[in-house]
């Protein structure tokens, strides 16, 4: 079992790039808007059944394949050539702790084209669950740190409270909550600050995540859509029991 995930990890960890060209020369406005991107972004995503693991013996591993909507980064402060979409790969491994709380911790493996790093985690707590509907709802407190190219480093943290839907062998969930992002921009030579200092931005707003997930045995493959400022989207598959 964990070894077909690994095997998954292998074949995505080739296709799955962070190649994002970082503008020279941004003002505190355009700072922010890569902080918009790129911070809510790579935020910590739930990706699958926000159910209870079920006490400690709960375990969760899953492969995540991402994609930020990084076009708009091309009118940043100095400009670069035109962008697309950017995909980046996530490993998660989540733990069953106690009384309905759950540990995530997730990062992306080495491997990926680009100089990029990111590393988090989530606290999960089902607070809710009604009797006469398979409906359940929970908090979850997250953070997320990423380093683009050492020129961009951001720390994203967010707070939610998660719906889910309980079907035999699908779930349907969405969240919403507050998002709060923070970044380094490096400055110097080869720096990306219109100062060439180094500075820190700070943002924060609402957010909305919906997604489904479907189950066959232990397997599950998700999908699921944040909203902030930007749209993130985010395929994951894995196994849960």
Not at 9 to 36: N, T, Y
Not at 63 to 74: D, M, N, R
Not at 222 to 236: C, E, G, L, P, V
């Amino acid at each position: 079992m964990l070894i077909r995930i690994f095997l998954f990890l292998c074949l995505f960890s080739v296709s799955a790039r962070a190649a994002i060209q970082i503008p020279s020369q941004m003002s505190s406005a355009d700072r922010q808007s890569m902080l918009k991107i790129l911070g809510y972004g790579t935020s910590f995503k739930t990706s699958g059944d926000p159910y209870p693991l079920g006490g400690y013996m709960g375990f969760e591993v899953g492969v995540s394949y991402e994609l930020l909507s990084t076009a708009q980064i091309a009118k940043l402060g100095s400009g670069t050539g035109v962008q697309g979409d950017t995909s980046i790969l996530n490993v998660t491994l989540g733990k069953g702790l106690f009384y309905d709380v759950d540990f995530y911790l997730n990062f992306s493996p080495l491997g990926q084209s680009e100089k990029f790093s990111s590393f988090g985690g989530a606290l999960r707590w089902g607070v809710l669950e009604l009797q006469a509907m398979p409906i359940h709802f929970s908090v979850q407190a997250a953070a997320n740190s990423a380093s683009f190219q050492n020129k961009v480093n951001t720390t994203t943290q967010s707070f939610d409270l998660i719906g889910g839907w309980n079907f035999q062998d699908l779930v349907f969930y969405g969240g919403v909550g507050l998002i709060r992002s923070s970044g380094q921009f490096i400055g110097g030579a080869g720096g990306v600050s219109d100062s060439n200092e180094t500075v820190t931005e700070a943002i924060n707003e609402a957010h909305t995540f919906a997604g489904i997930s479907v189950k066959y045995g232990t397997y599950f493959v998700a999908a699921q859509m944040d909203r902030a400022t930007q749209a993130a989207y985010a395929i994951k598959f894995g196994v849960r029991y």
